[in-house]
């Protein structure tokens, strides 16, 4: 029942920024963790980075110390700060949340990223 939309997706240069928004609706959360994994053309789907309930935060190598994700409890909203992006970031980025409580999983439909000059 829970359904998440991702925004901010787009187009940006190298070395430039960008904040995806994934905002979700329908069942409470109360254990659970949430975030954002990625998927470039030809390649696996990847983590990026994951938040719990409790701001445990966890990123991919490829982005540490670059991509900050943190998250609004009264929004139910998680958020991706994306800097010093580069071509390599260039994929589709999907939301997930993982909810404890139920032992389910859910995923967005994902926003495009484009890192280009």
């Known amino acids: 029942q829970v359904q998440l939309v991702e925004s901010g997706g787009g187009v940006v240069q190298p070395g430039g920024s960008r904040r995806l928004s994934c905002a979700a609706s329908?069942?409470?959360?109360?254990?659970?963790?949430m975030g954002w994994y990625r998927q470039a053309p030809g390649k696996q789907r990847e983590l990026v980075a994951h938040?719990?309930?409790?701001?445990?935060?966890n990123y991919a190598d490829s982005v540490k110390g670059r991509f900050t994700i943190s998250r609004d409890s009264a929004k139910n909203t998680v958020y991706l700060q994306m800097n010093s992006l580069q071509p390599e970031d260039t994929a589709v980025y999907y939301c997930?949340?993982?909810?404890?409580?139920?032992?389910?999983?859910?995923w967005g439909q994902g926003t495009q990223v484009t890192v280009s000059s």
């Open positions: 997930n949340v993982t909810d404890f409580y139920t032992d389910s999983d859910y």
């Open positions: 329908g069942s409470i959360f109360s254990l659970y963790r």
């Open positions: 938040i719990t309930n409790g701001d445990i935060t």
